[in-house]
């Protein structure tokens, strides 16, 4: 990206699809990094790298898998895939956990009691906190809103879009649109409402974590790129990826 551009004047109406593309939010789409995008925009409309169908979730009314290869988060109702999003995980050192966990704890405006904003003493914003494990050494890792710029960068905590956030805290993106975020943490909780609890959930959505996070390249928003892809990737979503300019 040159100076002066962003990916609502490079990609117009299609920047959204740009943007989940790579896994990243508009903020960190400055000038100076490189984005992936296909020859035709329009093989990118609705991506997804997950599988549009999971059989070993059919009995199960919300189920949850993340794809730390493909930086993606499906959610599905017996079995069938309902939504995707995008995310960041755990970078080098952080490293999300994997394995078979579960929602125990939701909180709509939770806040890090470690970390802050950056060059502040403000507490770092988790909006929409979906709490999914607590190590035997008492590290907590939720599933919230935060940055995403395009590679695994959290301290373990799995983060989504979260644009209120960002024009709340960094003054961008002016009008805000992506709430992943929020959209996940509704479907979580439904038919209990979006309000300012911390409710203990019981019988939480089962959450199953797989594949390794690819490890940024510098100059890259999506690292991932010389990654094989993870299993299960449906034949549509494959084909787009190898259309991929390189």
């Known amino acids: ?40 925009l329009e093989d990118i409309a609705g991506f997804t790298p997950m599988p549009q169908e999971y059989p070993l979730a059919v009995g199960e009314a919300k ?5 730390l290869t493909e930086q993606f988060l499906g959610a599905y109702e017996h ?15 952080n490293e999300t956990p994997t394995g078979e966990f579960a929602i125990t704890a939701a909180h709509r405006h939770h806040h890090s009691s470690r970390y802050t904003i950056e060059k502040t003493n403000t507490p770092y914003p988790m909006n929409y906190a979906l709490r999914f494990h607590i190590s035997p050494v008492g590290n907590v890792y939720w599933i919230h809103g935060r940055d995403i710029p395009g590679y695994p960068a959290s301290h373990g ?13 960094y003054g961008y993106p002016h009008e805000p649109i992506l709430e992943d975020a929020r959209t996940l943490y509704n479907w979580v909780l439904a038919p209990l409402p979006e309000d300012e609890k911390y409710r203990i959930l019981d019988s939480g959505p089962r959450v199953l974590i ?24 449906p034949s549509g979503a494959q084909h787009q990826l190898e259309g991929i300019v390189k």
Not at 2 to 30: P, Q, Y
Request: hydrophobic share 35%.
């Open 1 to 40: 990206m040159r100076a002066r551009e962003t990916l609502e004047t490079l990609f117009g109406s299609r920047w959204v699809d740009v943007a989940r593309f790579n896994r990243i939010d508009r903020r960190h789409a400055h000038p100076g990094i490189s984005l992936k995008v296909p020859r035709r």
């Open 63 to 67: 189920f949850i898998l993340i794809d």
């Open 79 to 93: 079995g069938r895939l309902a939504f995707s999003v995008p995310i960041a995980t755990g970078e080098r050192g």
């Open 157 to 169: 905590c799995i983060g989504l879009y979260d644009e209120p956030m960002q024009k709340k805290y």
């Open 210 to 233: 797989v594949g390794q996070a690819p490890v940024p390249q510098r100059g890259s928003s999506r690292a991932h790129s010389s990654v094989k892809s993870a299993p299960h990737v």
